[in-house]
């Protein structure tokens, strides 16, 4: 029997370079590693072709026929920019997703994840937020170009299933944070954002200033951690609705609880102060984890300033080669 070739699509971003450490690390057979010494895993780049347009998605599939594919590329950013370009996140990211489940289909992927996020539930909710209420109403305003795009994943993963029998599913992780993150202030999602800023804070010798109360709550995954699930759950995982990938409710923490560790871990020793005149973002959005918990009961989470540590280490180690766009342009 052929190999398997597993196709990581946005494979050089945070969460796909989380995928790639695990697989060099973890060993064959692992539960969160490679079934077999001699399995492929392609980790693409954006170099290879544009996802938004089909023919360049077919040569991608054409030339490394993959037999599972876990996608996660898509056109990201954090509650400012969303707000700013909600028809370019609906658009970009519906063309993307429409082109990799047609692929997969007619390329015959033996199963495929996509990637989701908890923006895609009701604004208007009960909490915590669990697999069953993704279609309950309406998103947040903030995000709801890039937030309707991603419900419709599930609709699609259900209609392969029906008319094809694809085994097409999802996963809908909290906030995701590591390695290879992107640290643009103009788009960054908010631990990067802190953490480029208490940076930069600390080397020109300037106040670190904090957008909004720091009271929002937010359920933090390491992309390590996360890797490891998407693994699992592409092997293991046999449902066609998606899973909230997720730390428990328990860990949930306010973003002054995250910048503090930022702070403690960037060493920094300047004024630090927040700035309630900015908006704050969604208050919550706590998930529940009750049911990767059913199928993995023994799964342990790095501890979350362990991984913000960590995190912070790499971002000041890599920092001119990270994805840190124009700084200067944003200290203001």
């Not at 996509?114 to 903030?142: A, N, Q, R």
């Not at 060493?267 to 973002?281: I, L, N, Q, V």
């Not at 208050?283 to 991984?307: G, H, I, V």
């Amino acid at each position: 029997m052929a190999p398997n070739v597993v196709l990581v699509t946005g494979g050089t971003g945070l969460v796909g370079q989380g995928i790639k450490w695990v697989i060099e690390n973890e060993p064959v057979g692992s539960r969160f590693g490679k079934k077999t010494e001699d399995e492929k895993w392609i980790f693409l780049s954006s170099r290879e072709g544009d996802l938004r347009v089909l023919e360049d998605t077919k040569k991608i599939f054409e030339k490394y026929k993959p037999t599972h594919v876990i996608h996660l590329a898509a056109v990201v950013g954090g509650v400012f920019i969303n707000t700013k370009l909600p028809l370019t996140f609906l658009r970009d990211n519906l063309n993307i997703n429409d082109n990799i489940l047609w692929c997969s289909k007619e390329y015959k992927v033996q199963k495929l994840i996509s990637c989701l996020s908890t923006c895609v539930f009701p604004d208007k909710v009960t909490y915590p937020i669990d697999e069953s209420m993704v279609h309950l109403g309406p998103p947040h305003y903030s995000n709801f170009g890039y937030a309707h795009s991603k419900r419709l994943v599930s609709v699609y993963n259900q209609a392969y299933h029906e008319e094809y029998g694809c085994n097409f599913t999802a996963a809908i992780p909290t906030n995701v944070f590591g390695p290879y993150d992107n640290y643009d202030l103009e788009s960054a999602h908010v631990i990067p954002a802190l953490t480029h800023r208490c940076y930069l804070a600390k080397k020109k010798g300037i106040p670190f200033i904090v957008a909004g109360t720091g009271k929002p709550l937010r359920q933090f995954i390491y992309s390590r951690d996360l890797a490891r699930l998407f693994i699992w759950q592409l092997w293991e995982y046999p449902e066609i609705d998606p899973i909230i990938l997720s730390v428990g409710e328990k860990d949930e923490v306010t973003i002054k609880e995250v910048s503090d560790a930022i702070v403690k871990a960037m060493d920094f020793k300047g004024e630090y102060k927040s700035d309630p005149t900015k908006a704050d973002g969604q208050y919550k959005k706590t998930a529940s984890n009750e049911k990767l918990m059913k199928y993995l009961p023994d799964f342990k989470f790095t501890p979350f300033e362990q991984a913000l540590q960590e995190s912070v280490e790499w971002f000041v180690k890599n920092y001119e080669n990270a994805r840190i766009g124009n700084p200067e342009q944003h200290l203001k």
